[in-house]
């Protein structure tokens, strides 16, 4: 079934309870005084609700009702946010360096909003000491407790440890501020460029050289006799 309304002539009842085009309830009127009053105001007749007795109609622009329907339904798609889960993997005895690198991953991650699954990988006899993987887990998520929260703790699965940390951001407030923080970066290069063109516009000052003057009434010098 056509999930369209039916508009105008597709509709096929003896009545209908009429809402004119500022939201007024007009009534109950017959379906022929209704196409009349649609031709007269240049708008279509809308069934916005069929299930009703009589079925509820409307007075509307359809087309742009279409267009603007779009438009929202576009935006929210557009702001809706999807949660998404990374992976960071680490060995039980990583290097203080990578571990680093690793926990920036994984700050960044939250920032954005995202899950964080945090796998640690056992090989040979690393197996026999889970308990290297569990407290460097644990030491992970006391350095980025600040950004999220142990949503599922530590466990064992096969050769592998897993956690998982969730942010204390939602997604959609985190998008907001790097939106927020990406204005910001284009106001301040947009400010820094105006000063430096008003700068290299500025006239530049000037100078003369002095010019001695000579004296005005200069004696004349007389020979030696």
Known sequence: MSAEPRINDRIRVPEVRLVGPSGEQVGI????????????YDLDLVEVAATARPPVCKLMDYGKFKYESAMKAREARKNQAHTVIKEMKLRPKIDPHDYDTKKGHVVRFLKQGDKVKITIMFRGREQSRPELGFRLLQRLASDV???GFIESNPKQDGRNMIMVLGPHKKKTEAMAEAREAQ?????????????????????????????AEAPADAPAETPEA
Not at 29 to 40: D, G, I, M, T, Y
Not at 183 to 210: C, F, N
């Open 29 to 40: 009127v017959p379906l022929a005084k209704a196409l009349e009053l649609a031709q007269e």
């Open 145 to 147: 407790e600040e950004l």
């Open 183 to 211: 204005a910001a970066r284009k106001a301040e290069r947009q400010g820094v460029t105006a000063e430096e063109t008003s700068e290299d516009s500025a006239p530049e000052a000037e100078t003369e050289a002095p010019v």
